[in-house]
């Protein structure tokens, strides 16, 4: 098994809701290890960039105004397989159709305000951990 790094974000929704220490614990159980963690209040500017590869789909504004409507945490996790286990941790993007357990199903409020997102590939975790992180050693 691969010890990989994928990136979670924490999305205002939770944050509002003060949920960051139950998906956090969520996260550990699984036997990820959140290396890197930070509180953040994105820009318009980074949201839009974050989000780039949507810009053409109807929702890219609403999801932009979503995501700077107040404070995200931002984290590295680590572990065997940790792009594949974080997806599974966090449940379907729906949560109607997430599994019982999971972070969306639990704590989504539905399939735009979902609580988590986890990067889906090796490629999109460097990515969104150097934008994220950039400037920052990260160690395990």
Do not use: C
Not at 31 to 50: C, D, E, M, N, P
Request: hydrophobic fraction near 40%; proline fraction near 3%; avoid cysteine.
């Amino acid at each position: 098994m691969a010890i990989e790094r994928t990136f979670s974000m924490i999305k205002p929704d939770a944050t509002a809701r003060n949920l960051t220490g139950a998906i956090n614990a969520k996260i550990e159980a699984s036997g990820l290890k959140i290396i890197a963690q930070k509180r953040v209040h994105w820009s318009t500017g980074h949201a839009q960039k974050f989000y780039e590869v949507h810009k053409a789909r109807p929702f890219y504004n609403d999801l932009v105004k979503f995501m700077t409507s107040g404070p995200i945490v931002l984290q590295v996790l680590e572990g065997e397989n940790a792009i594949k286990k974080y997806r599974d941790v966090m449940g379907a993007t729906d949560p109607a159709k997430a599994e019982a357990g999971t972070i969306r199903k639990e704590f989504a409020e539905n399939i735009e305000r979902n609580s988590a997102h986890g990067s889906d590939s090796v490629e999109n975790a460097a990515a969104e951990i150097a934008l994220n992180f950039a400037g920052f050693e990260i160690v395990g």
